[in-house]
């Protein structure tokens, strides 16, 4: 059997640096889980006593504290920082660029418009840097319904979809007299699809190793089963089955955005033994 791994798979730039950053502070919190891998999260406890905690209150005054590659609300930071926490910034640097382009363009008085999911903590750690007028689109029915000023800043949510950022930008520009378009789209989730989409088109069996609730790895999942019937969603190598790879000779092999190296490395030696 050969296995073949993704050109690109895993962890993406920003989760490895937020998973350095935890380990070069040991006896952390981070605020909110740093990924949607709970192996990871436990690896991070066991070895260097990193814990979560899901909310800003009763945090203990003398552990610093590890903002997670989505960010917070700029009050949030205010907050913590007047009560004296020590603060480790971990917001990866493409949710750290829409913050800042979107304080700046509030400042210049453009109407901000946000692609996104409300409910998404990066989008409500963006949107809390603007000063003025901001709407948070989903998608392209609920841009339609909107209020447009003259002057437009659009920014994207880091994993939103090309396509429709640019059908909106489009429906903008039409509209109003001045429209900054700022993609902020972050390329890393499509990198990986991409790659994913290549790869299972090539192989007999496909493995998409990933949280089974992360959507970045469901999204895999579906990309490999159109090309690939084959195609199997695992979260560690225990739950290969032998019988999967009967009669098979290519086996691709890809991984979700949160999945460590380590896990990884597991399944592609348990693949190679059966
Ligand atoms: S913005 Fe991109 S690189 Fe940064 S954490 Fe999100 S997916 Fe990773």
Redesign the pocket.
Known sequence: MEVRLAQNYGF????KRAIKIAQDHRNSITLGPLIHNAKEIARLKEKFNVDVSENLENLPQDRKLIVR?HGIPKSDFKNLQEQNFQIIDAT?P??RKPQMIVEQMSKEGYQIVVFGDREHPEVKGVVSYATGPTDIVADFEELQKLQLGKKIALISQ??KQPEIFAKIASFLSMRCTEVRVFNTI?N??FDNQSAADKLSKEVDIMIIVGGKNSSNTKQLFNICKNNCADSFLIESESELDKSWFEGKKVCGLTAG?STPDWIITKVQNKILKI
């Open positions: 993406c730039f920003g989760v590659t990866c493409y949710v880091t994993t972050c890393a989730t955005a």
